[in-house]
């Protein structure tokens, strides 16, 4: 499970990250002040740093963090959105997102960084029910049977896609556009034949699936 150092002191604002980052399979270490983030660092993947912070500012916090783990991303996370400020934590930090925002759109920044530093959710080695899958691959192999399931080129990409967001509800507008490369229109059940395809390949039962979960009138999920 990847890892993520937070820093803010907003209870409220906190509070809703840690629980949006948790749900989509991050495990997160939430600091309300830099006190202690040196000493932590060194278990995270990325650090998502706020710069109005109690004591040492988020600036000076990102710089003496880059100094004892250079290699560790740094995303600030700030109300304040002048360019000023912006320039100055782009010094060290290798992203800078301004508040209000989208928490679709901070978990994409976080992957982008992420996958640059190589910590990426699609590098490595699972279990996932009766499926052994290396994503390095990619290759998965049916634990009962020691058997590779091969799967077409969309199968391959949308259970990917779902891979790579453990636990996170995705739309079929989501999947489709990823897959596709362009906006799905009212009323297409493309994707819901090639799941179907998918599910009869991977799932014990495709008719009670255990792997790709649908969440009606939403999209679908892969719990991890």
Do not use: C
């Amino acid at each position: 499970m990847r890892r993520i150092l937070y820093i803010e002191d907003d209870l409220d604002i906190g509070g809703m990250i840690k629980n949006d980052l948790t749900g989509r399979g991050f495990a997160v270490d939430w600091l309300r002040s830099g006190d202690g983030a040196a000493e932590r660092v060194a278990d995270a993947d990325l650090v998502i740093l706020d710069v109005m912070l109690p004591g040492l500012d988020g600036f000076t916090v990102g710089q003496r963090l880059k100094r004892i783990a250079p290699d560790k991303p740094i995303l600030m996370l700030s109300a304040r959105s002048t360019i000023d400020d912006k320039l100055e934590g782009l010094q060290f930090a290798d992203d800078y997102m301004t508040k209000p925002f989208h928490p679709d759109e901070l978990a994409a920044r976080i992957e982008v960084l992420l996958r640059r530093s190589g910590k990426t959710a699609h590098l490595g080695q699972l279990k996932l029910g009766h499926l052994d899958i290396d994503l390095s691959k990619p290759m998965f192999i049916d634990q009962r049977t020691g058997e590779e399931i091969i799967l077409t080129g969309k199968q391959l990409h949308i259970f990917l896609h779902l891979l790579r967001h453990p636990n996170q509800i995705l739309t079929k507008e989501q999947i489709y556009e990823a897959v596709w490369g362009e906006p799905s229109w009212d009323g297409d059940k493309t994707l819901n034949v090639h799941i179907r395809y998918l599910r009869e390949k991977i799932e014990i039962n495709p008719s009670a699936p255990a792997i790709i979960e649908t969440i009606r009138g939403i999209g679908f999920r892969v719990k991890q």
